[in-house]
C-alpha cells in the first residue's frame, strides 16, 4: 500500500492518450494538501484546479494534431479522469 505524507503529496497529471507522441508525454504535477481531501469546498477548488490542468497539458499535446479539436476533448476527458481516479485513491487512503 503506497504511503503518503502526512500534510501533503502530489497528482501527476500524465497526457493519457499518448499513443502518436515521439517524445515522452507532457505531464504537470499538482501539490495536494490533504486537508483538501476532506473539505468540500477546499475538494471542489482542487477538481477545478485538476480540470484546467488537463487543459493546460493537453493544450500542449496535441499543438500539432491535424484533429486538434477531436484529440484535444479525448485527452482533456482521458487526463481529467486519469488524475480524478489518483486523487479519489488519495481520498480513500485517507
Known amino acids: 500500500m503506497p504511503r503518503f505524507s502526512p500534510t ?3 497528482l501527476t497529471l500524465l497526457c493519457a492518450p499518448a499513443s ?3 517524445a515522452p508525454p507532457p505531464s504537470i504535477e499538482i501539490t ?3 486537508r483538501e481531501l476532506a473539505d468540500p469546498d477546499r475538494l471542489s477548488a482542487l477538481q477545478s ?3 484546467n490542468a488537463a487543459r493546460r497539458v493537453c493544450r500542449e499535446y496535441v499543438i500539432g494534431d491535424l484533429l486538434r479539436t477531436y484529440t484535444l476533448h479525448d485527452c482533456i476527458e482521458a487526463t481529467t ?3 480524478m481516479n489518483q486523487l479519489e485513491a488519495l481520498r480513500a487512503a485517507n
Do not use: N
Open 49 to 51: 484546479q485538476i480540470r
Open 32 to 34: 495536494v494538501d490533504h
Open 81 to 83: 479522469a486519469q488524475a
Open 20 to 22: 502518436h507522441a515521439l
Open 8 to 10: 501533503a503529496t502530489a
